[in-house]
């Protein structure tokens, strides 16, 4: 059982940044792809990036690529997402997931635990 806290979240200009971490429960939060997501109102949950259980590979979406980047420290049990250059569009709650597979999967069905979520809005 893995339980899931986002906190980061928040309210800035378009242009701003902001970053937003995750902190797992337990003991075995290295042997979780982590991912995050976001859902704005009206749309679907949609696969934001992924990062391997060691760190060491990484997958964004293409909306988000060359502005955000995730990283973990595993020693503290935390993921984190850097969020640079936002856009009004990048408006959403975002959350973060856990899967137990090797593998970085894009589809929210492959994860096993979620957090609440926390919301970024980004003003124009």
């Known amino acids: 059982q893995v339980q899931l806290v986002e906190s980061g979240g928040g309210l800035v200009q378009a242009g701003g940044s902001l970053r937003l971490s995750c902190a797992a429960s337990?003991?075995?939060?290295?042997?979780?792809?982590m991912g995050w997501f976001r859902q704005a109102p009206g749309k679907e949950r949609e696969f934001v990036t992924g990062?391997?259980?060691?760190?060491?590979?990484?997958y964004y979406a293409d909306s988000v690529k060359g502005r955000f980047t995730i990283s973990r420290d595993n020693a503290k049990n935390t993921v984190y997402l850097q969020m640079n250059s936002l856009k009004p569009e990048d408006t959403a709650v975002y959350y973060c997931?856990?899967?137990?597979?090797?593998?970085?999967?894009?589809?929210?069905?492959?994860?096993?635990?979620w957090g609440q979520g926390t919301q970024v809005t980004v003003s124009s």
């Open positions: 990062i391997s259980r060691s760190g060491g590979n990484t």
């Open positions: 337990g003991r075995t939060f290295s042997s979780y792809a």
């Open positions: 997931a856990a899967n137990a597979g090797r593998a970085i999967y894009s589809t929210p069905a492959q994860y096993d635990y």
